[in-house]
């Protein structure tokens, strides 16, 4: 696709969300350029999968936009993490956060993170499961330098988008519990949920920030 696609397919996506809901390009494969293209149409967020993929492309955009991680990340990744992302969205382990924690000290600063939930409960997906999810934001909480600011989640793969809406649902009603509780350095901000093809049903659902790739770039 070429870049002006790319700006004008951004520019009429932004028009269509509605206030509160904040847009994630997914770039994950996409160029520096490509990313520019949709920077120049509006988008202040983008969100890579592989520390490494994202550090190529930090380094030829800059600090212009926020980077957050949405992909799985590897705990001997946190370091690099902590030095490249403004947000990680795929905490699911005290494991992961309290690298991160440690990562973070050493810079002096504070990671904003989401928890990411195995909606699904599907046994090939990383995520904390629903039930344990209390646990994990109490145990986040205790850290001092990682911030718990909300939920994330994929949900099943499928075609038809109204598919996963129970899934989506039931990490809404965990992070509308969630934000009843009080814990230190743990606040329910972002519900980062949906994407190309669910992205409308995630909005439905409650979602504040969605995850959009193949809608401003084409498929890959």
């Keep these: 696709m070429d870049l002006d696609a790319i700006r004008e397919n951004t520019i009429k996506l932004l028009a269509t969300l509605p206030a509160g ?6 770039g994950k494969t996409r160029t520096p350029k490509q990313l520019a293209a949709a920077v120049e ?3 202040g967020i983008i969100g890579h999968n592989y520390v ?6 930090i380094e030829a955009l800059g600090r212009k936009v926020k980077w957050h ?7 001997n990744k946190a370091k690099q993490a902590a030095q ?5 969205e795929t905490v699911d ?10 990562a973070c000290a050493a810079l002096g ?3 904003p993170v989401l928890i990411e939930i195995n909606s699904a409960e599907e046994d090939n997906k990383a995520g904390a499961l629903p039930a344990d999810v209390a646990a994990l934001v109490k145990d986040l909480s205790a850290l001092d330098h990682v911030r718990v600011e909300g939920l994330m989640t994929m949900g099943p793969w499928t075609e038809d988008p109204e598919k996963i809406r129970p899934y989506l649902r039931r990490t809404k009603e965990l992070f509308d519990e969630l ?22 049903v995630a909005i439905e659902e409650g979602a504040t920030m969605v995850r959009i790739g193949t809608r401003l770039f084409s498929p890959r």
């Design 21 to 26: 809901v904040t847009l994630v390009a997914a």
């Design 41 to 43: 149409g509006g988008v």
């Design 52 to 57: 490494q993929e994202a550090k190529r492309c």
């Design 69 to 75: 991680c949405i992909g799985h990340l590897q705990r």
């Design 84 to 88: 490249l992302f403004d947000m990680i």
């Design 93 to 102: 382990s005290l494991k992961i956060g309290s690298a991160l924690d440690q």
């Design 109 to 111: 600063k504070i990671m």
């Design 179 to 200: 934000a009843e509780t009080r814990h230190p350095n743990a606040v329910m901000r972002h519900l980062s949920m949906g994407m190309s093809n669910s992205y409308l």
